[in-house]
């Protein structure tokens, strides 16, 4: 029961023991640490508040031409887009080819030919070779003549179909 009594007594003021001298001094290293760890991550983070925010201020440039209006007339106008590219849907070209064994006649040769422009530029060769020779079966002779605007396999198609 000594023991109890002497832990529940309270302290008389002068009187340290080894005990309470070691606890006073460890206390105030770790609150110091704690202290010194958190205004470290502050002055961090404003460093870093500070480093984006003179990322974005960029002064504007002093040497800018404003062109006059005659100059602008000058200038090159490119040429206008084709109305038939811009009026055409982006469409996948699975779904052309599904679209084009529904229909017939022009339509259906046009949307193969779409198809198969789709699934060369995506890298699908025999899928596009599958489309181009549809497109090509039952054709004039105009649409077999070769053009500009073909493909490299649409004109080897239509190489070998002049040799038969």
């Known amino acids: 029961m000594d023991d109890v009594d002497e832990l529940l007594r309270p302290r008389e003021p002068g009187v340290t023991s080894p005990k309470v001298d070691a606890w006073k001094a460890t206390t105030r290293v770790l609150r110091g ?3 010194w760890r958190r205004g470290r991550a502050a002055v961090m983070m404003a460093g870093c508040f500070v480093a ?7 002064p504007a ?17 490119a040429t206008e887009p084709r109305i038939e590219a811009e009026a055409q ?5 699975k779904r052309l ?5 529904l229909t017939e006649g022009d339509k259906q040769r ?3 030919r779409r198809a198969g422009d789709g699934f060369l530029k995506y890298g699908d060769e025999i899928a596009a070779l599958r489309c181009y020779r549809r497109s090509l079966d039952g054709g ?4 077999l003549a070769i053009n500009v605007e073909d493909t490299w396999m649409l004109m080897s198609l239509k190489i070998s179909q002049h040799k038969e």
């Open 110 to 112: 046009n949307l193969f």
């Open 97 to 101: 080819e599904r679209w084009a064994k």
């Open 33 to 35: 640490r704690r202290w």
């Open 52 to 58: 984006g925010a003179l990322v974005m201020y960029r």
């Open 89 to 93: 849907p982006i469409e996948s070209p």
């Open 61 to 77: 440039p002093t040497n800018l031409v404003v062109p006059t209006p005659d100059a602008v007339a000058i200038i090159p106008q």
């Open 140 to 143: 004039t002779p105009t649409e």
